[in-house]
């Protein structure tokens, strides 16, 4: 029997024992159920979590640190000619945009609810992109003198919405007590990020008059365009501004964040890699169960000539296919998963009326997915690396099986 035949003979013995195993034997029918099941949750399970870190990964990139400034310029003292020091930012290279502000701490109270506030303040024409993008979306206007935006999550603590006046109490001012402004909410906005749990915007001019800034900046925002390398290019472009100014970049405020993204995405992608893993070795289960069904086979086999390694490759192609199955199975259901677990929660989200992301606990509301091929092909090769490995013990096994032994009665 030459090679090509031979290898035909496998795979047809190898799918004749699979397909005859419900009829033969109950018990290697429910391990076998039992052990495509394992590969097919494991395996889609796999693929959604990866997906969902992905997004999580990639919403901080794109949302996140769009909205958080790559890296904040402040001095010791308020800097009026702001103009000047914005210029000499925007001429690096890797710069994409510089916008001066002014912030005020402080907390905001309505109708005897208090809550912490970060006000920021920019100019309408050097307002950043992020923003700019938000007023648009949400058909909102840039606030006026004494007028205020507010986020939606602080607008609902306050119970207050558009056209109310809020106070806000801040110890900024010259003489270092508490002073006490009168706001009115012209508008409210959602960055659906964390943010929004104290988050105020207003004009920079008004701003400035009614913190200790008096007509000046707080500092400057700066988006670089690799927010990687921003600690480096912080250090480069603090040599553009005079002496006294210094800087803090997106790693000091979110960087535990990004960690922490990474590591819980490196550490339930081998917890949940674990699971595939003990799922695949059920087909060794599975297939020590099939070879004890089908010793007298394997003995008629071998006195027909089969040779331990023919053995071998039956076992091992029954083991596949079952395997490949299951992991195709898998891949099916993990990619509809994908598709379809955003809306699944905003459902149970509308359905129940509970927020399961909610912003004072998760970076943003809502749950991102990131479907990426590449990841789809790690999980799906190593699932079938482990399916092939598990089908080695079985089959050889089956292979040391003596024709003498098992048909000495028959």
């Known amino acids: 029997m030459n090679q090509s035949a031979f290898n035909a003979v496998s795979i047809f013995v190898g799918t ?14 429910f391990i076998s159920a039992l052990a495509i099941s394992g590969l097919v949750l494991g395996v889609a399970i ?3 979590v990866v997906s969902v870190m992905n997004g999580f990964e990639r919403e901080l990139k794109d949302r996140i640190l769009s909205v958080v400034p790559h890296v904040v310029f402040f001095g010791h003292a308020a800097d009026s000619d702001w103009k000047t020091r914005a210029e000499a930012l925007m001429n690096h290279d890797e710069v994409i945009e510089v916008s001066p502000f002014t912030q005020l701490q402080g907390m905001l109270h309505s ?6 506030i970060q006000i920021l303040g920019f100019e309408k024409y050097r307002i950043p992109a992020i923003f700019y993008e938000l007023l648009e979306e949400q058909l909102l206007d840039f606030p006026g003198s004494n007028e205020v935006l507010l986020s939606e999550v602080v607008a609902s603590a306050l119970n207050v919405s558009k056209g109310d006046s809020v106070r806000v109490f801040s110890a900024e001012t010259a003489f270092g007590g508490t002073s006490v402004h009168n706001l009115v909410i012209s508008g409210l906005f959602s960055t659906r990020t964390e943010l929004d749990q104290a988050l105020a915007i ?10 200790s800034a008096k007509n000046a900046m ?6 670089v365009a690799d927010p990687f390398m921003a600690r480096q290019l912080g250090y480069d472009l603090l040599e553009e501004l005079p002496f006294g100014y210094g800087f803090r970049d997106w790693f000091q405020t979110h960087g535990n964040l990004y960690k922490a993204i990474q590591l819980s995405r490196n550490m339930v992608g081998i917890l949940i890699f674990l699971i595939v893993a003990i799922a695949v070795f059920n087909v060794t289960s599975m297939l020590m169960m099939s070879v004890l069904s089908k010793r007298r086979n394997v003995a008629v086999l071998k006195t027909l000539g089969c040779s331990r390694q023919d053995v071998v490759k039956i076992f091992f192609v029954q083991g596949t296919i079952i395997g490949v199955f299951g992991i195709v199975l898998g891949v099916i259901f993990g990619i509809l998963g994908c598709s379809l677990i955003a809306d699944i929660v905003a459902y149970i989200e509308h359905g129940t009326g509970r927020v399961l992301l909610d912003t004072t606990i998760y970076p943003i509301d809502y749950l991102p997915v990131d479907m990426r091929v590449s990841d789809i092909a790690s999980v799906t090769l190593s699932a079938v ?7 080695i013990y079985p089959a050889l096994k089956a292979s040391r099986i003596k024709p003498a032994e098992e048909l000495r009665f028959q």
Do not use: D
Request: avoid cysteine.
């Open 202 to 211: 207003t004009s920079m001019s008004h701003l400035s008059k009614i913190s």
């Open 111 to 116: 109708k005897g609810t208090t809550r912490p």
């Open 218 to 223: 707080t500092g400057l925002r700066v988006q």
């Open 385 to 391: 690396v482990l399916n092939g490995l598990a089908t």
């Open 16 to 29: 004749r024992f699979t397909l005859s195993s419900k009829k033969a034997n109950q018990l290697v029918s």
């Open 46 to 48: 796999l693929i959604v």
